[in-house]
Structures are given as C-alpha cells and as structure tokens.
C-alpha cells in the first residue's frame, strides 16, 4: 500500500475532492472507494482503487501531517498521541517505524525519523506559534 498526503487538513470530506484536486487519477472504467476514519478524510482513511470488474487495484491510506486520530484536524488529542507515540518510540529505541498512518503521520518535518523536532512542530502549531503544520515532501 502507499500514502496520500499533502492534503490541508480539516478540508476533505469526499473522495470527489481528491479525484477533483488531482490527487488521485482514475483512467478508463475504474472507480475509487474511500473508507474515512471520521466525517472526513483524516489520517488513516483507506483509498482504494478498483478495476473495471470491482477487483481492488491498488490500497492507499490518507496522511494528514500532526493528525494522529484521525479525524482530518490537529487537536489536543494529537499533541497527546504524539507525545504518547514518542515515549513508545523512544522505549523501542525505533524512530523510523512507519508501517502505520499514524505513524507517518508524526514524521511532520520530512527528516525520516519521528523524534521530538517533529512533535515541537506540532506543540508550536496547538500554542497558535506557528500557522500550520507542513503537508508536503
């Protein structure tokens, strides 16, 4: 499977708006189902492209850069799974563990490793000290 990102966050609610806004690209007959984690596409949500027959083709998953629960926003709940994320991390001693959304959703600064810079980003964006986290590579 692969990731979807560099979406806003708190601004996608239908898989129209991903075709729409060329995220994702579909050719021919297929079609894409989406299965949102929240009432919109937050952190998690599964795309899935499928063939002409139905067949799943292809398994994406949305990245919303600081949203760990999925719900498409960067809320107090994130500050607290980051930091929650970080200490498990720290503990494994295994800062490059991304075979989860929410995981790569904490590697926010593109650095390829979760560690406390990217969590400083998100604590700085939740005190209004920065305007919004990055959601591009």
């Known amino acids: 499977y692969g990731y979807i990102y560099g979406l806003p966050h708190g601004d996608w609610g239908r898989v ?81 563990d991304f075979s989860n959304p929410a995981s790569f959703a904490m590697e926010i600064n593109g650095d390829g490793f979760v560690d406390d810079s990217d969590f400083a980003i998100v604590d700085r964006y939740y005190a209004y000290l920065i305007e919004d986290v990055p959601q591009t590579r």
């Open 16 to 96: 129209a708006d991903l075709v729409d806004e060329g995220y994702v690209e579909v050719t021919g007959d297929g079609s894409v189902v989406c299965t949102p984690t929240s009432d919109i596409l937050g952190t998690g949500s599964k795309v899935e492209l499928l063939d002409s027959k139905g067949e799943v083709v292809e398994t994406y998953y949305v990245i919303i850069f600081g949203d760990t629960d999925g719900d498409g926003y960067i809320t107090t709940d994130d500050v607290a799974d980051a930091n929650r994320w970080y200490a498990y991390l720290e503990s494994a001693n295994d800062y490059e």
